[in-house]
């Protein structure tokens, strides 16, 4: 732990700061009430400075700095480091003032285990620092996190604001650079949620795997493409489009046998009362089947209507299909 | 031989460092820990490059549980250990266990004096015995010897036989024995492609042949797994050829029986295979949830690649025992042209043996 009697507060001028900001924590959008408060009643927490060659270097503060230079003040209240702390001392002080405002979002965590990551070795990193970011102490975490940074501009951007999670992001990353931004530009136009981000994503690697072809081959087909822009669709419109586009190109059999019998149970012309119902994915026991009936006469007849279709070929065909 | 290396070092329960287990294992391999007490909670402790002897406290012989709608083939399970090195990429017991240590009961002894009780009242009905449901039966076999000691136990009964299944060819030590004909050992095979790219720790599946066939030499009967199936590119060919290669290598009238079983799997298995092994390709068929829970082939794709094996076997021998592992009786009579019903099948099996 630092010692208190090594550090001083004094008012800074904005000149006499780095732009570099070697720790830098803060990703994606500002703390809605940031702003407010610093123009409200200005500046209440401190930067966190080092002296470095005769200037000053921002330890933690960044997001302060930015909007307190845009709202025309100059000088700031400042906490300043001794000279002498070292770099792995300095992180942790900056990790820490910043977990002590706000939880940090993933693309957050990402940048504090690749800070963290010059000064520790995985084991710490997962027996320390993931539970201090919130993490569960498990390796694939770590591995995980770290390998975001792969991710890019877009990915981390997406991280932050919660249209990416980690899980999908990792399937990202695993894919060729040039695939990862087509994959990220399509889960921005649509918008998924969680599960459906995942099912699209896998969906997407399988089908280049199956096909041999690069998944953004893919998301840039006619079909999806025409699906993404067509402008008569809202966004989940255009979401539920892609998805069903995606699965029928991923299960082609399965969708074969769905359309088969979708349409044999269409040419039942089965009664608006009565409902049968095949066995999921064909695989199944049993059929179903389901009759309301407001009297004894509309029992009979639906009773009739299924007798009738029993001993015709269409229901044997759909039947037969399972 | 198999590929996949063996376990490297033993962690025991202490109380039972003096079991026959651990005093056979001790020959072999170095003792990493002893530890008070090595519960369920413990085994993801240990990594694939350990062998742990630990107390088991349930039931060493149980029925195989089947699942309802599908057709079991009433297996008796010896429940002696769980896990396996082996490496396979679809193995169920990489969703199944909370570990890649391979775990033994230490405490085995019990169990085989549970098993020597049922096999005394030596009354029907007949029984089926297997091990290898949640491990490997042969896998550590030169280290144990526990599989030469169930052959031995099972050799003189009349109301049960013994089944041991393996994808090593690891049988030397079964060779010499006084069998009794009631031991059958089976061979877990695949399509050439399949046992070199996904089964990689196993035999190569010409060495388990091999092995078959000197099982058969000494008086064994031999049964074949084909489980799980898996479609891939070229599989017509390369099942057609494992065929081929089985009755090139065992006479026909020395194999018991031959299974038939497509790949399924939990739904948690796809994460665990798209981690630890991201090159393999299994999962990228059409698969739907079935009744059981488990992910399958789309029925028409399993019918279509059981029909294609049936067909194969009975090119080279028309009278052949097959069936299928857990299938629904739907798919039993698109193969097949009838379903056997579940007493049915056990009492083929039955018959067989």
Known sequence: ?322 | MVRAGKPKRLVIERALTDSLLARALEKHLPIREVRERIGPSDYPDFGPDDLVLARHYGSFIKPCPGTRGYLCCGLQIIHFGLGCHLGCTYCILQSYLNTQALVLFGNVEDGLARLQDLLARNKPPFRRYCTGEFTDSLLLEDLTGLGARLVELFAGQSQAVLELKTKTDQVQTLLGLNHGGRTIISFSVNAPAVAAGEESGAAPLKKRLAAAARAVEHGYRVGFHFDPLIRHPGWPEGYRRTVADIFQYVPAEAIAWISLGAFRYLPGLKAVVAGRHPKSRIMDEEFVLAADGKMRYLRPLRVEIYRSLLTFIREFWPEACVYLCMESPRVWREVFGFDPGPRSLIEMLDQRV
Request: net charge neutral; proline share 7%; hydrophobic share 40%.
């Open chain 1, 1 to 322: 732990m630092i010692k208190i009697e090594s550090l001083r507060f004094a008012l800074v001028r904005d000149e006499e700061i780095d732009q570099a900001t070697p720790f830098l924590l803060s990703y994606g959008l500002e703390p809605s009430g940031l702003r407010a408060s610093l123009e409200r009643i200005g500046q209440i927490t401190p930067l966190i400075l080092q002296p470095a060659q005769g200037r000053y270097r921002l330890i933690s503060g960044y997001r302060r700095r930015r909007i307190l230079q845009e709202l025309g003040r100059g000088e700031y209240q400042a906490l300043i480091l001794p000279p002498d702390l070292g770099d792995r001392e300095a992180l942790g002080l900056a990790l820490e003032d910043n977990l002590s405002q706000r939880p940090f979002n993933a693309a957050e965590k990402v940048l504090a285990l690749t800070h963290l990551s010059r000064f520790y070795s995985p084991t710490e990193l997962i027996q320390t620092f993931l539970p201090r970011l919130g993490l569960p102490p498990k390796a694939q975490y770590l591995d995980r996190f770290m390998g975001l940074a792969e991710l890019g501009t877009a990915g981390l951007t997406a991280l932050a604001a919660g249209d990416l999670d980690p899980e999908t992001g990792e399937m990202i990353v695993k894919m060729p650079a040039e695939d990862r931004a087509v994959v990220i530009d399509l889960l921005n136009r649509l918008r998924p949620g969680l599960n459906k981000r995942k099912q699209i994503v896998a969906w997407l690697q399988e089908i280049g795997r199956r096909e041999g072809v690069p998944v953004r081959t893919v998301i840039e087909s006619e079909a999806i493409q025409e699906a993404i822009q067509d402008e008569r669709l809202n966004t989940p419109q255009k979401e539920k489009a892609v998805r069903e586009l995606l699965r029928a190109r991923r299960y082609p059999r399965l969708k074969e046998f769905e359309e088969k019998q979708a349409r044999l149970l269409k040419s039942l012309n089965l009664p608006p009362k009565v409902r049968l119902e095949p066995p999921l994915n064909f695989e199944g026991l049993d059929f179903t089947v389901r009759i309301n009936f407001a009297d004894l006469k509309e029992l009979k007849e639906s009773l009739e209507t299924l007798n009738r279709l029993a001993a015709g070929p269409d229901l044997a065909a759909l039947v037969e299909l399972g």
